[in-house]
């Protein structure tokens, strides 16, 4: 299958090769990627972390396939993903990502299972198929046992652990989070890193999108992004010492 298939040329997860995104307001240029340039393997869990209007959550829509850069190559599994067509990218979307949000975004008149399912339907699985599957996520992350629950029967960290089953139950190549622990409580947000850790550690690539250094350093390699470039690529542990000088 194309998609899964990998390029020799591009051997990489992800590969970002001069990115620019560029936005007219008014008579004004803003260039929110300005010349991003970096390349994530299979299996790394990578924090990307910037403060507001840095440039990450544009470069964040770009891997995602939510966005198409004004100049320069994006290669998602080998496959040129910048110049798709906005059907294109649903596909990709669809089929190699899969999408953790700050709130969640759970349909509330949906019971859990259904919730899980979504992305499988829009990929056409069958009723059974996709049934066996949103089961299988839920309780990979513990939640197997209460699927008929709806979101609201449930905590903030037991809410994101089902969106964190929605985005497995699809076999994704990349796992996206979007300040997944934006919303909760320090301890819940404990749990939730550690859990995507234990992903990271199953094989699962993790990219995490941030503004918060100590959610950041807990990833394996930390990409700091600062007026639309990059300005530090390296270790967590490298990234504590870098933010520790200061």
């Given amino acids: 299958m194309a998609e899964g298939r990998q390029n020799e040329q591009h051997p990489h997860l992800i590969e970002l090769q001069d990115i620019y995104k560029i936005y007219q307001m008014g008579d004004t240029q803003v260039r929110a990627n300005d010349g991003i340039s970096f390349s994530i393997d299979r299996g ?17 829509n770009i891997i995602g396939a939510l966005d198409v850069p004004t100049d320069g190559k994006y290669y998602l599994n080998g496959i040129d993903v910048g110049s798709m067509t906005d059907n294109e990218l649903a596909v990709i979307r669809n089929k190699q990502i899969g999408f953790i949000f700050q ?3 759970l349909l509330p008149k949906m019971n859990l299972a259904k919730n899980v399912e979504l992305p499988l339907l829009y ?13 299988a996520s839920l309780a990979k992350v513990g939640l197997g046992d209460v699927w008929k629950k ?11 652990r ?9 076999n ?21 890193l550690d859990f995507l850790k234990e992903l990271n550690e199953e094989g699962n690539t993790i990219v995490i999108i941030t503004h918060d250094n100590s959610i950041a350093v ?13 300005i530090f690529d390296g270790t967590a542990h490298e990234y504590k010492e870098k933010i520790s000088a200061k």
């Fill in 44 to 60: 790394e869990m990578v924090a990307i972390v910037g403060k507001s209007g840095s440039g990450k959550s544009t470069i964040m």
């Fill in 103 to 105: 709130q969640y975004n």
């Fill in 123 to 135: 990929a056409g699985v069958g009723d059974l198929e996709r049934h066996e599957r949103a089961i």
């Fill in 150 to 160: 709806y979101p609201n029967q449930l905590s903030g960290g037991q809410q994101q």
């Fill in 162 to 170: 089902v969106s964190i089953a929605r985005a497995l139950a699809g």
């Fill in 172 to 192: 994704p190549s990349l796992i996206l989070a979007d300040e997944p622990t934006g919303a909760l409580d320090s301890r819940t947000s404990r749990e939730v």
């Fill in 218 to 230: 807990e990833a394996k390699r930390v990409i700091q992004i600062h007026d639309g470039k990059v």
